[in-house]
RNA sequence: GCGCCCGUAGCUCAGUGGACAGAGCGGCGGACUUCUAAUCCGCGGGUCGGAGGUUCGAAUCCUCCCGGGCGCACCA
């Protein structure tokens, strides 16, 4: 079982306490290394003042060898000072972890498939489609930290309408022609026409090397072309009804809100849309107990239509969830880019990871929530990205190697040799968050927690190396051990996040 | 019209029930013979879009309103 000091510490002042409760850190020094409501929790049932059941539960947990004292305090908070002890312990869990810390505890390992991107293969992977892909690829991190096994697919159209007006503008520019009005114009489709072949396979590779860059690696690719194979077999196991010469999905009473065309009128080919039931009948039969789409805001009015597949072919549609994020905005001297694949404006990702770096690049589009539309001054990040929190978090993540390259083999002990300075009980308080956090951002589904997280732990340790030295110190062992914990925890935070820790900066 | 998302410091945003609301950038002023100054310390900056409601307690939950974004295809 993984460490989780808070947890544990919870735990134990809650059988003292005889409650079950949560701590919190207070804002305030004067409240204590750890605070809990539970008092104001407890005063409706029990009929009895909040401040009074607090005095009683501080007795309580006064008992306990790790605690120093604990004081009601305000409207019926209890505050808990801890002794070194706790501070020892609590280091010595996060250093025996090693890698694991921050994960596990789950009640049982899931198959998980991210799927995700996904961009038709008509052109070069936008920053749109990368912010599918951090925010994606964070989620399935946080998945993997947690102890589930992951895989990372990307699906993808090779027929039908759009593949075929690509197809045909590589094709006019090889025969010395323009493209059509309503084809694609980018320089890469010069670029292909200069190749030999069918251009849909040369675009994967170049996107494939483009989400590798980003270091964003798919495990599985599929395409929509081969899944269409089984629309006749699967077709009639649907709730279908024929209008106007289409054939119709009653989706809408299985959660959708319409129903959806799977065979035009006309030639009666299929649309998208039934592309989706073979996809998601393979997703479901390959076993997974859980099959996460990434989509962007954009496609929000289709979230339920997955899951009523699901219902319609009598599949728990439990398995099937649907992740929405909002746009990105880049702006460039304060002029907005417009990120239409067809225009020659377009923002490509390489470009992108070029301005900025790849860290950067991660940082930005995995720093927002979900919800949360993102603006990035191109410009901006680029001229001024030494003041930019990644690098701030990448420094502390340096800063430590430096310091344990040169302690050599030192001794290293998580006890430490007198009593510990503010600074060095903070910073083993903010390690010790680090299960908390990253529990909390895989159940929101909100990767943001991790970077947010890992700018206060870099906080707190710039804060406490300026004040103390580590080497050729009275406290060097525990210090050591403390720049251990930090420099893991940091590292654990940027790679959830698809950015690299830096030994050197 | 209906649905989803957003509105917090000059700017970009954290913060989904707790104590006087936070960070980065920008502004002003300090700190390097010291394990990396890409750092640290201080100052200034807010009717948390508005109005009601629930609660001991609301930026956070509920209702309504205002403002912005995105959807509502036999495109993907």
């Not at 927002?368 to 001054?377: N, S, T, Y």
Request: aromatic share 8%.
């Amino acid at each position: 079982m993984p460490a989780d000091p808070v947890k544990e510490l919870a735990a134990a002042l809650g059988a003292a306490a005889g409650a079950e409760l949560e701590l919190e850190r207070p804002g305030e020094p004067e409240h204590g290394d750890y605070a809990t409501n539970v008092a104001l929790r407890l005063a409706g049932a029990r009929r009895q003042p909040p401040r009074e059941i607090a005095a009683e539960l501080a007795e309580a947990v006064t008992e306990l060898e790790v605690v120093e004292r604990a004081e009601p305090a305000g409207p019926g908070f209890v505050n808990v000072f801890l002794r070194d002890e706790w501070f020892a312990s609590a280091l010595a869990g996060i250093l025996e972890d090693g890698d694991a810390y921050g994960g596990g505890g789950v009640a049982g390992q899931e198959r998980v498939q991210v799927e995700m991107v996904s961009a038709n293969p008509t052109g070069p992977i936008l920053v749109s489609h990368a912010r599918n892909g951090a925010y994606g690829d964070a989620v399935a991190r946080l998945f993997e930290l947690a102890g589930h096994a992951v895989e990372r697919e990307y699906y993808y159209n090779d027929s039908g309408g759009q593949m075929d007006r690509f197809r045909a503008s590589v094709e006019a520019v090889r025969r010395g022609e323009e493209p059509s009005e309503d084809g694609y114009h980018g320089a890469y489709v010069r670029d292909l026409a200069a190749l030999k072949g069918d251009p849909v396979p040369l675009m994967l590779k170049e996107m494939e090397g483009t989400l590798e860059r980003f270091r964003i690696h798919f495990d599985t690719w599929r395409r929509q072309s081969e899944l269409e194979e089984r629309l006749p077999e699967l077709l009639p196991r649907l709730d279908t009804y024929e209008k106007d010469g289409a054939l119709w999905a009653r989706s809408s009473a299985y959660g959708d809100e319409e129903d959806r065309v799977l065979l035009r009128s006309g030639d009666r080919s299929p649309t998208y849309r039934a592309a989706d039931v073979p996809y998601l009948v393979d997703k479901l039969e390959r076993g997974f107990d859980r099959a996460i789409y990434v989509l962007g805001a954009d496609h929000h009015g289709t979230r339920n239509w997955y899951a009523a597949v699901a219902r319609m072919l009598g599949y728990d549609p439990e398995r099937v969830e649907v992740l929405v994020y909002q746009p990105v905005h880049l702006t460039r001297g304060g002029e907005q880019t417009k990120m239409s694949k067809r225009r020659g404006d377009v923002v490509f990702l390489d470009e992108f990871m070029d301005e900025i770096g790849v860290d950067a690049a991660r940082w930005y589009l995995a720093n927002r929530g979900p919800d949360q539309a993102i603006d990035i001054d191109v410009d901006l990040a680029a001229e001024r990205s030494q003041k930019n929190p990644v690098y701030y978090v990448q420094y502390a993540h340096a800063r430590i190697a430096g310091i344990l390259r040169n302690a050599g083999d030192a001794a290293v002990s998580a006890v430490p040799a007198g009593p510990l300075a503010a600074e060095e009980r903070e910073l083993v308080k903010r390690l010790a968050e680090l299960p908390a956090v990253a529990a909390d951002a895989l159940v929101k589904r909100g990767p943001q927690g991790v970077p947010n997280y890992a700018i206060r732990v870099a906080d707190d340790f710039h804060r406490f190396y300026h004040e103390h030295r580590v080497l050729e110190s009275d406290q060097q062992a525990f210090r050591l051990a403390l720049c251990r914990a930090t420099r893991a925890v940091i590292a654990r935070c940027l790679d959830l996040v698809g950015v690299d820790a830096p030994e050197r900066m």
